[in-house]
């Protein structure tokens, strides 16, 4: 060894030595009988001759002459020996024939990098040259790889196509194909991407437009959606098995477009199995499949919640005209009837909008899109009238119906928290929720002050859930109302403490009152009723006890709102009647007449003849004639006379006699537009302060934005509000704009 370190070593005889050796490789690779393979002192031998050669003074330094021999190697075994191979064969003999070729290459650039290591570590590194392995891997690519890359991406697609169609095929063999695909790009992704991939992508969009074009003739919608699903779900595996990981968004984007995006329309639309169809079906588990589908689309999903929109709004529309109908074939029966018939059709409702946010939360993973088309599919006919009741008005009495004692509505307490839920929640799709907040109100007044609120609980909870819906002043004065009820029941004991400690006072009559609060409680009428004698003591001690209490509080007696019991004493039996205050008062005047005049009731009532009518037809025309009316028609008139029926009896030893029930509903809705007037003053004058000056289209569409929470003002009141401001001096038109507004501090 020593002798070799020392004298100088020729090109071509160091090459003759490291040749022996290459040779000895590729025998080995190539698996032919020879001499055996080199030992580890064979190999140092070899690299002492490569280090020496390269170590050598110039003119002696063969680093570069070993650099191009040592490419020029590689070279000739391929040309020699790995390109026929390949030639000679086909398809899938050639596939595994190539993966044989690469795994020797490798192993040969392995082999032969460390035997000509010097090189890499001094003489490349000081040229910047390429490495001994870069320059290997860069032999098969240019003569191999180039050359066979179409044979084997065409016969590589041939086996995918086979491969869908149900053949087995072998994955493993695909996926050592691919992988040379990849490492011969040396670090870059261009080779797999545009000599197999691009290629693949056009084959698998050719191959399911095919398939997409037999199955949407041939199937049905869920059919095709399950074909559509098991091929994603299946090319999906199949980049798992042997495509590269960069492939799967592509593949898939490729076989959606196909399936899916190209056909959407068609395939959504089909006549007996579409969307309508599975929704009018309630096809569950295709539709879950059909938002799966269609998530993966980029806008996939809108057509889907369009028709979603439209089967929900053709639905609830077709509510709507039933209701009508049934209303109108029933103008003829009991109001009663018609009422119930009101009722059902809200609860009709209420079960649409369970079913259809059930989809949406089932179906449809509470994807926005759909929420949306839902809302806007509710807002389309819940804002629809039945019968000539607004659905505020519906769904108010629906509530009252719920929440007062004997209410046709037998539910468990959770059963009606679980509907007063539902109903706040439709709520939010109801326009004019400020006519729903009166009629409410209106009503809850009545179960309050008549005791006819079956839970307290119930009361409170809907009240809470009307506030987290529409916020704190919704319910304000309604949250009054039931405080004010607290507040009575408290006051009650102090007074009959107070009467029992003042028995000199004590009018000898059960009294109780509820004392209100103006501002929170509906607008009621008044009138100066004449009160009989033993009323006024009642009046009058209470009065005396609320001022040893507050002296600062004025109380405006409501007699329309008050009961009575009275205790009629007939010929058969005595019989207590529950009666209003003015009834009451009526039939105290028989105590010291026989017979009175219709004018003599008038006069000493001091009442409307309004009310004098109702009351008397109430007493004598009705269902229980406690009065007899002369003559004996059934309406009351200016010319009739009364007697106290002296032989009235009844079954029931206690008996309510109600009053004709007055129309509310103009005095509500008359109420409600006043207070909109209002409201739309205020907001104008609210926007024109912050703004200062402002055209009368932004003005209109910042109006209607803030107040859209309550209800939609109309474009006309709001032009005439805007009229009547600046007749008022809070605006003005400018001089030379008509359409633009100052506001004026």
């Given at each position: 060894?020593?002798?070799?370190?020392?004298?100088?070593?020729?090109?071509?005889?160091?090459?003759?030595?490291?040749?022996?050796?290459?040779?000895?490789?590729?025998?080995?690779?190539?698996?032919?009988?020879?001499?055996?393979?080199?030992?580890?002192?064979?190999?140092?031998?070899?690299?002492?001759?490569?280090?020496?050669m390269c170590t050598q003074k110039p003119p002696n330094d063969h680093s570069q002459h070993l650099y191009d021999r040592y490419?020029?190697?590689?070279?000739?075994?391929?040309?020699?020996?790995?390109?026929?191979?390949?030639?000679?064969?086909?398809?899938?003999?050639?596939?595994?024939?190539?993966?044989?070729?690469?795994?020797?290459?490798?192993?040969?650039?392995?082999?032969?990098?460390?035997?000509?290591?010097?090189?890499?570590?001094?003489?490349?590194?000081?040229?910047?040259?390429?490495?001994?392995?870069?320059?290997?891997?860069?032999?098969?690519?240019?003569?191999?790889?180039?050359?066979?890359?179409?044979?084997?991406?065409?016969?590589?697609?041939?086996?995918?196509?086979?491969?869908?169609?149900?053949?087995?095929i072998d994955r493993t063999l695909l996926k050592n194909i691919l992988d040379i695909f990849v490492e011969i790009g040396m670090g870059s992704m261009d080779a797999y991407e545009m000599d197999f991939e691009a290629a693949m992508l056009q084959d698998t969009a050719a191959y399911y437009s095919r398939k997409s074009a037999k199955w949407i003739e041939e199937d049905s919608c869920p059919g095709y959606m399950l074909k559509a699903e098991d091929c994603?779900?299946?090319?999906?595996?199949?980049?798992?098995?042997?495509?590269?990981?960069?492939?799967?968004?592509?593949?898939?984007?490729?076989?959606?477009?196909?399936?899916?995006?190209?056909?959407?329309?068609?395939?959504?639309?089909?006549?007996?199995?579409?969307?309508?169809?599975?929704?009018?079906?309630?096809?569950?588990e295709d539709l879950s499949r059909m938002y799966r589908l269609f998530l993966r689309i980029t806008r996939g999903l809108e057509p889907v919640a369009a028709i979603f929109r439209q089967h929900v709004t053709d639905e609830g529309t077709a509510l709507v005209k039933q209701a009508e109908e049934a209303a109108s074939n029933k103008k003829a029966e009991k109001k009663d009837v018609v009422g119930a018939q009101e009722q059902a059709f809200v609860r009709r409702v209420l079960e649409l909008h369970d079913k259809y946010l059930q989809y949406v939360s089932e179906c449809f993973a509470n994807h926005s899109l759909f929420h949306k088309a839902l809302k806007e599919a509710f807002e389309v006919f819940c804002n629809k009238g039945v019968a000539g009741s607004t659905s505020a008005e519906l769904l108010a009495t629906f509530c009252d119906n719920l929440l007062k004692k004997g209410g046709s509505e037998k539910l468990s307490d959770?059963?009606?928290?679980?509907?007063?839920?539902?109903?706040?929640?439709?709520?939010?799709?109801?326009?004019?929720?400020?006519?729903?907040?009166?009629?409410?109100?209106?009503?809850?007044?009545?179960?309050?002050?008549?005791?006819?609120?079956?839970?307290?609980?119930?009361?409170?909870?809907?009240?809470?859930k009307l506030k987290q819906q529409c916020g704190g002043q919704f319910t304000s004065k309604m949250e009054g109302?039931?405080?004010?009820?607290?507040?009575?029941?408290?006051?009650?004991?102090?007074?009959?403490?107070y009467l029992r400690e003042n028995v000199a006072n004590n009018p000898g009559i059960d009294l109780t009152v509820t004392v209100l609060t103006t501002g929170f409680w509906p607008s009621y009428k008044t009138a100066d009723l004449a009160l009989p004698a033993e009323m006024v003591k009642c009046v009058e001690v209470f009065k005396e006890f609320y001022q040893i209490k507050t002296k600062?509080?004025?109380?405006?007696?409501?007699?329309?709102?008050?009961?009575?019991?009275?205790?009629?004493?007939?010929?058969?039996?005595?019989?207590?009647?529950?009666v209003?205050?003015?009834?009451?008062?009526?039939?105290?005047?028989?105590?010291?007449?026989?017979?009175?005049?219709?004018?003599?009731?008038?006069?000493?009532?001091?009442?409307?003849?309004?009310?004098?009518?109702?009351?008397?037809?109430?007493?004598?025309?009705?269902?229980?004639?406690?009065?007899?009316?002369?003559?004996?028609?059934?309406?009351?008139?200016?010319?009739?006379?009364?007697?106290?029926?002296?032989?009235?009896?009844?079954?029931?030893?206690?008996?309510?006699?109600?009053l004709p029930p007055m129309d509310e509903k103009k005095k509500v809705i008359e109420d409600v537009d006043k207070d909109r007037r209002y409201a739309i003053d205020a907001s104008i004058v609210r926007i024109m302060k912050s703004r200062k000056v402002l055209q009368y289209q932004q003005l209109v569409l910042e109006c209607i934005e803030q107040l859209g929470r309550m209800f939609k003002p109309d474009f006309k009141v709001i032009k005439k509000r805007i009229e009547d401001l600046i007749a008022r001096e809070y605006l003005e038109r400018d001089k030379d704009n008509p359409n633009m507004f100052r506001y004026l501090a």
């Open positions: 060894m020593a002798d070799q370190r020392n004298r100088v070593i020729g090109l071509d005889q160091g090459w003759e030595v490291l040749q022996r050796g290459i040779t000895k490789l590729i025998n080995s690779l190539e698996g032919r009988p020879g001499d055996k393979a080199f030992n580890s002192d064979g190999w140092s031998e070899m690299y002492t001759y490569v280090y020496n490419k020029e190697s590689f070279e000739v075994y391929i040309k020699n020996t790995v390109l026929p191979s390949l030639r000679e064969k086909h398809g899938e003999f050639m596939l595994k024939e190539l993966v044989q070729r690469w795994s020797n290459h490798k192993l040969m650039v392995r082999s032969m990098s460390r035997l000509f290591n010097y090189l890499d570590r001094f003489f490349i590194t000081r040229r910047s040259l390429p490495t001994l392995t870069e320059v290997g891997l860069t032999c098969f690519r240019d003569l191999v790889y180039q050359e066979m890359r179409n044979n084997v991406k065409d016969a590589v697609i041939a086996l995918i196509d086979r491969e869908r169609e149900g053949e087995q994603l779900k299946r090319e999906k595996e199949r980049v798992g098995h042997y495509l590269h990981t960069s492939s799967e968004g592509k593949l898939l984007e490729r076989v959606q477009h196909e399936l899916l995006t190209k056909c959407e329309t068609q395939l959504l639309e089909k006549e007996h199995s579409g969307c309508h169809a599975l929704l009018r079906d309630d096809k569950v959770e059963a009606i928290e679980d509907t007063l839920e539902k109903v706040v929640k439709l709520l939010a799709y109801i326009s004019d929720k400020d006519l729903f907040a009166e009629f409410y109100r209106k009503k809850l007044a009545r179960r309050l002050l008549f005791d006819k609120s079956a839970n307290e609980d119930h009361e409170k909870s809907i009240l809470t109302m039931v405080l004010d009820l607290t507040l009575a029941r408290d006051n009650q004991s102090p007074f009959e403490d600062h509080r004025k109380l405006t007696w409501m007699y329309s709102l008050g009961s009575c019991n009275v205790i009629g004493k007939f010929s058969p039996k005595s019989i207590e009647l529950i209003t205050t003015y009834q009451a008062a009526a039939l105290l005047l028989f105590n010291s007449a026989d017979r009175l005049t219709y004018g003599d009731i008038k006069a000493q009532l001091n009442l409307t003849d309004e009310d004098v009518q109702r009351l008397l037809h109430s007493l004598s025309c009705a269902k229980y004639k406690i009065l007899l009316k002369d003559p004996a028609t059934k309406m009351v008139g200016p010319n009739d006379a009364f007697e106290f029926n002296e032989k009235f009896t009844d079954k029931m030893r206690r008996i309510k006699i109600p």
